[in-house]
T-cell receptor
């Protein structure tokens, strides 16, 4: 079974600072990978998904970007954080053979 | 209209009670359906898939009604450990899942 790793678990960053969140996957090859954001008390919003190395689809226009430099690595970045970027960021993956997604433990980001 | 709608609750029930949640979805072309469980400040975890014929996993039963476009989750003999937010999730064929905002369940002693 696949395992999704994310770090850091919590992060406090000032407005205007850069961001890099990393997600790695083990236990499967060529997974589909996803970045979601969950604002406090709200549902999950899909930000990006990737079906392979270098292939990124963006669901919502914003000041975030994503990259997939390796098959099992997915990175979420920002050059300048906004207050509205605060939230719980979750990386998820599935094997492509099923639609069920499995989540990493998430990063709780607070922009101050 | 939201793609996936759920009653946010909270549903406050005593231990041992039976509780049911419903969820409606708007896209009639939706292909697959799931219930996830999310504990406070944790990641969502897959509880069960929902099959057209209905399926059961221990105390949990999921049903799908394609004609009315709703999904249900029944929890029998509620435990304190069942307290969580239950997310209704739909796959519509765009490679990603669409999540409802969740229904909060609080099981009380």
């Amino acid at each position: 079974s696949q395992t999704i790793h994310q770090w850091p678990a919590t992060l406090v960053q000032p407005v205007g600072s850069p961001l890099s969140l990393e997600c790695t996957v083990e236990g499967t090859s060529n997974p589909n990978l996803y970045w979601y954001r969950q604002a406090a008390g709200r549902g999950l919003q899909l930000l990006f998904y990737s079906v392979g190395i270098g292939q990124i689809s963006s669901e919502v226009p914003q000041n975030l970007s994503a990259s997939r430099p390796q098959d099992r690595q997915f990175i979420l970045s920002s050059k300048k954080l906004l207050l509205s970027d605060s939230g719980f960021y979750l990386c998820a993956g599935n094997s492509g053979l099923s639609y069920e997604q499995y989540f990493g433990p998430g990063t709780r980001l607070t922009v101050t | 209209r939201k793609e996936v709608e759920q009653d946010p609750g909270p549903f406050n029930v005593p231990e041992g009670a039976t509780v049911a949640f419903n969820c409606t979805y708007s896209n009639s072309a939706s292909q697959s359906f799931f219930w996830y469980r999310q504990d406070c400040r944790k990641e969502p975890k897959l509880l069960m898939s929902v099959y057209s014929s209905g399926n059961e996993d221990g105390r949990f039963t999921a049903q799908l009604n394609r004609a009315s476009q709703y999904i249900s989750l029944l929890i029998r003999d509620s435990k304190l450990s069942d307290s969580a937010t239950y997310l209704c999730v739909v796959y519509t064929g765009r490679r990603a899942l669409t999540f409802g905002s969740g229904t909060r369940l609080q099981v009380q002693p």
